[in-house]
């Protein structure tokens, strides 16, 4: 069991919205910044957003992250088949020390 | 560019040992921390622990201490990761992971390791 909470699934129609919530405690989420990771079949996991909010180099503005409290959220705007995959969110924990992920939520592009 | 490139895929009996490596390129690699992750068939992300290259110091999540060891070769650059008493549980994907701001940013390719009998 994850110490941070996501739903499973998530999926929408091309050129939708599409929001993953993450949803922590205290010790977690609300007293560091949370990072979003993709993942397709097979390979490693690429960084999405890091610092809550921010986007690295050639990552689609179509991706925003959000936080607030012990919450972080990932919207995806403009849904394109490219984006279905597994998403993760991960922050610290101060208690006990280490990093903690969500269980994944997988994207479907209907 | 940055680069983390892993060691193959190994196959390990119930009760042997694995080492897996994770050499490092692009970037001082004493400058920042090499987390540890793996992952399961079909499950996520689960963070075994972190190695600071500069001082060998390591930080193991309480799951896997008595059972993990962290190393690194500052000389090549490389960080190792080693996994004791295999059981079959143990079957993953094994990543290396960049720290930056505490958390993982540039990903090793990932290694599967496989125990059976």
């Known amino acids: 069991q994850s110490v941070l909470t996501q739903p499973p699934s998530a999926s929408g129609t091309p050129g939708q919205r599409v929001t993953i919530s993450c949803s922590g405690s205290t010790t977690d989420i609300g007293s560091n910044s949370v990072n979003w990771y993709q993942q397709f079949p097979g390979t490693a996991p690429k960084l999405l957003i890091y610092s809550n909010d921010q986007r690295p180099s050639g990552v689609p503005d179509r991706f925003f992250g959000s936080k607030s409290g012990t919450s972080a959220s990932l919207a995806i705007s403009g849904l394109q088949s490219e984006d279905e995959a597994d998403y993760y969110c991960a922050t610290w924990d101060d208690i006990p020390n280490g990093v903690v992920f969500g269980g994944g939520t997988k994207v479907t592009v209907l | 560019q940055v680069q983390l490139v892993q060691s193959g895929a190994d196959v390990r009996k119930p009760g042997a040992s694995v080492k897996v490596s994770c050499k490092t390129s692009?970037?001082?690699?004493?400058?920042?921390?090499i987390h540890w992750v793996r992952q399961a068939p079909g499950q996520g992300l689960e963070w075994m622990g972190r190695v600071n290259p500069k001082s060998g110091s390591t930080n193991i999540a309480q799951k896997f201490q008595g059972r993990v060891t962290m190393t690194r070769d500052t000389s090549i650059s490389t960080a190792y990761m080693e996994l004791s008493s295999l059981t079959s549980d143990d079957t993953a994907v094994y990543f290396c992971?960049?720290?930056?701001?505490?958390?993982?940013?540039?990903w090793g390719q990932g290694t599967l390791v496989t125990v059976s009998s």
């Open positions: 992971a960049r720290r930056r701001n505490l958390l993982p940013d540039y």
């Open positions: 692009g970037y001082p690699f004493t400058d920042n921390y």
